[in-house]
């Protein structure tokens, strides 16, 4: 399988998946006019990714700032890699970077937490993510 | 997921099939009641989050809106204090033209029309007349020049502030023209 490569614009964010290393990366601002269409790729690219070749996956989230329409999108996502990885018996790691006092986003990475029911690991800031 | 609440309805037409064949048992109703808790619990917290996100967009908001506020009066005492400046360095320059016009007129008034009154008319009042007369003239050439020159320096401010309104609008021009051809291309 490929690697899934988006580039960012000023609605939409950057994504990189490298099925070599399964490290997907989402990182920047989220508010396109269509998040459905836009996440849909992600979406039809993991039930590929679990049908064909299984593996475990760390990702890395680094978002600024996300519309309503896109935390449901990427709540979906990150359900269905859940479901894919708990299916596939692969394992499965996220890591939540926010930026230094940004308190809401740190809030909204553990409220996300909760409702996956899984752990993430939260750093306050965007190192670690390139 | 080709719409935002797939799952919802993906959830909602399933046990809608199940009512229509009457096939529901006491199970599929449990799976659908906890399918819908989960959803609610998912929903409350999207909106929590939402509202959140919506708040810190709010205050976001506010600030910009205050520092706006704040560049607008800054503007307006920055126009006053360059009025002001302008106002000065006119003052000034009509001030130089009128001391050296007054040093011209009291050099020519003492060398020639005053020796030429006295001889001539013969009357000190006559001269003390003239001298106030020509200092009440500077007064008045005074402010006929500061308004001369306040008028041609708003004048130059006016013809600036067209040509690069001129500009803009040529490149605006220039930038519909490339992209119709581009587009045509």
């Not at chain 2, 409350?44 to 560049?71: G, H, P, W, Y």
Request: proline fraction near 2%; charged fraction near 30%; aromatic fraction near 10%.
């Amino acid at each position: 399988m490929e690697n899934l490569s988006i580039e960012p614009s000023s609605l939409t964010p950057y994504v990189f998946f490298d099925t070599q290393t399964g490290i997907l990366e989402l990182k920047g601002r989220s508010s396109p006019d269509n998040a459905v269409i836009f996440y849909e790729q992600l979406m039809s690219f993991f039930d590929k990714y679990y049908e064909l070749d299984p593996r475990d996956i760390t990702i890395n989230v680094g978002l600024e700032y996300f519309n309503t329409s896109s935390l449901k999108c990427i709540f979906q996502i990150l359900r269905r890699i859940k479901d894919g990885a708990d299916k596939s018996a692969c394992a499965l790691e996220i890591n939540w970077f926010y930026e230094e006092d940004d308190e809401d986003m740190l809030e909204t990475g553990e409220d996300i937490s909760a409702l996956l029911d899984i752990e993430f690991n939260f750093y306050s800031d965007s190192v670690g993510i390139s | 997921m080709s719409s935002l609440f797939q799952d919802e309805n993906d959830i909602l037409e399933d046990f809608q099939k199940k009512i229509d064949n009457k096939s529901y048992t006491h199970e599929d109703i449990i799976a659908f009641k906890e399918q819908f808790e989960s959803q609610t619990a998912e929903s409350q917290v999207m909106l929590k989050i939402s509202d959140r996100l919506q708040k810190r967009l709010d205050t976001a908001n506010t600030k910009i809106k205050e520092k706006n506020d704040e560049i607008v009066t800054k503007n307006e005492k920055l126009n006053e204090a360059l009025d002001n400046l302008m106002k000065a360095r006119v003052g000034k320059k009509a001030s130089t033209i009128m001391f050296t016009a007054t040093i011209l007129l009291f050099v020519s008034e003492e060398l020639y029309v005053g020796p030429l009154l006295e001889y001539f008319v013969g009357y000190a009042y006559l001269i003390l007349i003239l001298k106030g007369v020509v200092a009440i003239g500077l007064k008045s050439f005074e402010s006929v020049l500061e308004n001369i020159f306040v008028s041609s320096a708003k004048k130059e401010i006016v013809k600036e502030v067209r040509r690069e309104q001129r500009q803009t609008k040529t490149y605006d021009i220039l930038e519909k023209s490339m992209s119709k051809q581009s587009s045509a291309a």
